[in-house]
């Protein structure tokens, strides 16, 4: 299973566009990077997935590099209640054996 | 999306006392659930997979007599805590993993809104 490795804290300002990277040098061929979003005291949510290249939806854009050793969440003009604490996870195909393993995560704050 | 609910969202009880948490998946079927603990300031930490219609399988450390685990439907997984003690308080997650239904996608998980649990 890859491990993965974020910075433990991050700090912005209201509009600014933050970058949060992840580095999972064991991925395997066939896994996926997915996103989560934590407030405190509540389950995560999803936020973004994907495999290579680039993706984008409504709240968020993950750019993956050619060897996905690496994967980086981009939000755009964050606000206040984007402060949360934000989980990458790699996974395998779909109905493949999965223990999904959380890290450390990264704690965003930010300010006005 | 996929809703996941969890009940009760809190709870506080007596050490010694069992305490059940259920799991559902409102517009769904899921097959495999999981379920987390998290401790205040810390990240989730797996305790066990649950699959509809067999055995739970539970991570290193996690007493499978303490956390009994039922996920006797396919919209519902329960977790018990048995004999709680003051070191079983913690916030109890659960997520239910959705198959991705077409190529481009892996599974996700798709998270209740957790349990804090206080035992006195």
């Known amino acids: 299973l890859a491990k993965t490795t974020q910075p433990i804290s991050m700090d912005s300002y209201e509009g600014q566009e933050v970058n949060i990277t992840c580095s999972h040098n064991?991925?395997?061929?066939?896994?996926?990077i997915t996103w989560y979003q934590q407030f405190p005291s509540q389950g995560p949510r999803f936020i973004i997935q994907?495999?290579?290249t680039k993706v984008t939806n409504e709240v968020a854009s993950l750019f993956i590099p050619a060897d996905r050793k690496s994967s980086t969440l981009s939000l755009p003009r964050v606000s206040l209640s984007d402060t949360a604490v934000y989980y990458c996870l790699v996974g395998p195909p779909s109905g493949g054996s999965y223990i999904p393993t959380f890290g450390r995560g990264t704690s965003l704050i930010v300010h006005p | 999306g996929a809703v996941v609910s969890q009940h009760p969202s809190r709870v506080i009880c007596k050490s010694g006392t069992s305490v059940k948490i259920e799991c559902r998946s409102l517009?769904?079927?899921?097959?495999?659930m999981f379920w987390y603990r998290q401790f205040p300031k810390q990240s989730l930490m797996l305790m066990a997979t649950?699959?509809?219609?067999?055995?739970?399988?539970?991570e290193q450390g996690v007493e499978k007599d303490k956390f009994l685990i039922n996920h006797a439907s396919l919209t519902l997984s329960t977790l018990t805590v048995t004999s709680a003690h003051p070191e079983d308080s913690s916030f109890y997650i659960c997520?239910?993993?959705?198959?991705?239904?077409?190529?481009?996608?892996?599974?996700?998980?798709?998270f209740g809104p957790g349990t804090r649990l206080t035992v006195l």
């Open positions: 997520s239910a993993r959705v198959l991705s239904r077409s190529g481009g996608q892996t599974d996700t998980q798709y």
């Open positions: 517009d769904f079927q899921a097959t495999t």
């Open positions: 064991n991925i395997a061929t066939n896994d996926y």
């Open positions: 994907g495999y290579k």
């Open positions: 649950s699959n509809e219609g067999s055995k739970a399988t539970y």
